[in-house]
């Protein structure tokens, strides 16, 4: 399905996590060399700029907060992931959102932007002028799944193994489940306009644990 704007209006987008779903896991890794892009990971983002959609990056990286590297080193791989993305796809990130905390110790986010919680999609939506009810949010864990369902928008899950807990719930239930991203592009360009009551629901109650940042 095509996406088609008037001048002002709103975009549909399509918000991917990075490692694991754009890029090789490669835990901490702020060294450009090491990026490697996932299986149909281009093609799959071609086939998404061409239907219309914003392409937004959007990654929790705790090892900010737990001193493994610094910003001016996350920026160097920002800056080579942008590039590549430029010269080997013709690809041109609409924004790159990436959540500098880390969570609790039992994984439950302390601020509103790490995954499942959906700061980093409302951020984006706010900068980039963005429909998060016509957006999708792609990656390979299900707290991807559920920041995306509680954002307001469908959800594609990349089974390729990262998912290990598979704590299901109606807000952590993806749409679709896609083995690579050229095959969830494919789904998306042409599924219908991403609908779920639990979307609204969603909008409108947010659980506290992601309401309120720890302080």
Known sequence: ????????????????????????????????????FTPGALEGLRMLDRAGFALVVVTDQPG????????????????????????????ELAGLHACPHAPGPNGTPR???????????????????????ASWMVGDLLDDIEAGRRAGCGTVLLDVGSETAWRLSPLRTPDQRCPDLLEAARWITQAPHPQHEVHLAARSSVSAAYAQPAG
Request: charged share 25%; glycine share 6%.
């Open 111 to 133: 601020c509103l932007c790490h995954k499942p919680a959906p700061g980093l999609l409302k951020q984006a939506a706010l900068a980039h002028r963005l429909d998060l009810a």
């Open 64 to 91: 900010l907060a737990m001193g493994r590297f610094t910003r001016a080193d996350f920026a160097r791989l920002e800056g080579a992931l942008v590039q590549r993305l430029r010269e080997e796809a013709g690809i």
């Open 1 to 36: 399905m095509a996406v088609t704007a008037a001048a002002g209006a709103l975009r549909a987008a399509v918000f991917l996590d990075k490692d694991g779903t754009l890029v090789e896991d490669v835990p901490y890794n702020v060294d450009p060399a090491k990026l490697r």
